[in-house]
């Protein structure tokens, strides 16, 4: 294909910002015909670095974050392409753990952009995803990184990042998500994940039947298989409120002892994930695995049983499914934590709010459901419809502002509040909302 990418007059954030909002209008468009044809006509930046991918129903984000911090602090310059963001788009697209850059981002997208009215001719059009991954890809590349670690959008099979040819790919478990999308079975959605699957180290903490699905996928690539319990293991020797102690046992059979700073048990079974990982990559890169094991004293997360306030304590956590809302449950079940506690819960329109509910509201004495704002949320009428009949005390908040207020009339010191349903309503929480709380 013919490459003429002329860039003109530089793209301003507001223009970037504007022509990526018109690209929503194509929605989801699974399969990789498009992303192969914009990053022909970028020069095919992807293939310039090595890549680790990353898919899985939960945890995918942490564990990314993971081996990105550790092998930062190795000093190997890092790519993390993840999403969705919390507060700003540019999050999604880090080298070494700074954001891209406005200007950067407007000279990226103004690139993906004179590439896509090519693609127009032949009537091919780049979605919202498609064009972020591309300006991810040629990020990376012009950054010089050593290697990138790239989180899957949805799936994996067909997701526009499964042009890759990694390194090492990563499944961290499977659960029932995008049941419309993926299959309405364990096996089905494990079969579109373990699509990342290429000639190379496969490392997952997935079992049972999915465990099977991605076993078979890694036999016919020719890929050598670790997974969890089978190949490598983890014990949780000890819980604080701040961090917890970890030993893992990896499939050469050393054994790594170390401290992690984000808490529950499955970022627990995260950090194995990571641990693993990593030690297949120290051989490659030649790198110090009591390094990478120091750096994840200091990892963080957003939204990922986030501390925000300490008294009262306030957690933020992006748990948007059943399995999601499982986890936290348990981490609030197994951690020394304020006997009171307050719920704050928003969560869209197309997920599974029932079996959220069901997880999380027998934890709380206090619940108020929100509505994130977002065009995927349920009307408040609908919301209310839908709670009505629930065997527990539930106050509505048409906002995240309101249901702050309306919790901050009752919430004391030594108490704790957990905001958690949604990417888009953390997003809302920001310093002057939180102050609501500080007043209270």
């Known amino acids: 294909m013919e490459r003429d990418i002329n860039i003109s007059a530089p793209f301003t954030t507001v223009e970037?910002?504007?022509?990526?909002?018109?690209?929503?209008?194509?929605?989801?468009?699974?399969?990789?015909d498009n992303i192969r044809t914009v990053l022909e006509l970028l020069e095919n930046p992807h293939i310039a670095y090595p890549t680790i991918h990353v898919a899985g129903t939960n945890g995918k984000g942490s564990v990314s974050a993971m081996l990105a911090h550790a092998l930062v602090k190795t000093g190997l310059r890092t790519g993390l392409y993840t999403s969705p963001h919390i507060h700003e788009l540019n999050e999604r697209i880090q080298v070494n753990e700074i954001p891209i850059t406005d200007n950067h981002f407007s000279e990226r997208v103004q690139e993906f952009k004179q590439a896509a009215e090519q693609m127009e001719q032949d009537d091919m059009h780049p979605t919202y995803f498609e064009c972020l991954t591309a300006v991810a890809f040629k990020h990376f590349h012009q950054e010089k990184v050593d290697i990138a670690v790239v989180e899957v959008g949805l799936g994996g099979k067909l997701d526009a990042t499964n042009v890759l040819d990694p390194i090492l790919s990563i499944i961290t478990n499977i659960d029932l998500e995008h049941t419309d999308i993926l299959g309405n079975t364990i096996e089905k959605i494990a079969a579109e994940k373990a699509g990342i699957i290429k000639e190379a180290n496969v490392v997952t903490g997935a079992s049972g039947m999915a465990l099977e699905v991605i076993s078979e996928a890694a036999e016919r690539k020719k890929a050598h298989l670790h997974s969890l319990d089978s190949d490598f293991s983890f014990k949780i020797l000890k819980r604080s409120h701040g961090w917890q102690e970890l030993l893992v046992n990896t499939s050469t059979g050393r054994e790594y002892k170390f401290e992690l700073a984000l808490l529950g048990d499955h970022q627990a079974m995260n950090a194995a994930i990571a641990v693993q990982s990593l030690e297949l990559l120290s051989y490659r890169f030649d790198l110090d695995m009591k390094e990478l094991l120091a750096s994840l004293r200091s990892v963080s997360w957003p939204g990922r049983f986030q501390r925000v306030m300490d008294d009262p304590l306030v957690v933020l956590d992006s748990a948007h499914n059943p399995a999601g809302a499982r986890v936290l449950a348990n981490t609030l079940k197994s951690?020394?934590?304020?006997?009171?506690?307050?719920?704050?819960?928003?969560?869209?329109?197309?997920?599974?709010?029932?079996?959220?509910?069901?997880?999380?509201?027998?934890?709380?004495?206090?619940?108020?459901?929100?509505?994130?704002?977002?065009?995927?949320?349920?009307?408040?009428?609908?919301m209310e419809k839908e709670i009505t009949?629930?065997?527990?005390d539930v106050v509505m908040a048409e906002n995240l502002e309101k249901a702050l207020e309306t919790v901050s009339r009752e919430l004391k010191m030594g108490e704790m509040l957990v905001i958690a349903g949604s990417q888009y309503l953390l997003g809302e929480l920001d310093a002057p909302m939180l102050s609501i709380l500080r007043r209270s």
Not at 17 to 29: N, Q, R, T, V
Not at 389 to 392: K, S, V
Request: no cysteine; charged share 30%; aromatic share 10%.
């Open 335 to 382: 951690y020394p934590l304020p006997d009171n506690k307050s719920l704050i819960i928003g969560v869209l329109a197309d997920k599974d709010r029932k079996g959220m509910y069901e997880e999380l509201f027998p934890l709380f004495g206090r619940i108020i459901v929100t509505r994130p704002d977002s065009d995927r949320a349920l009307s408040l009428r609908e």
């Open 16 to 32: 970037h910002e504007e022509y990526l909002d018109s690209l929503e209008m194509f929605g989801i468009k699974l399969g990789l």
């Open 389 to 392: 009949g629930l065997d527990y």
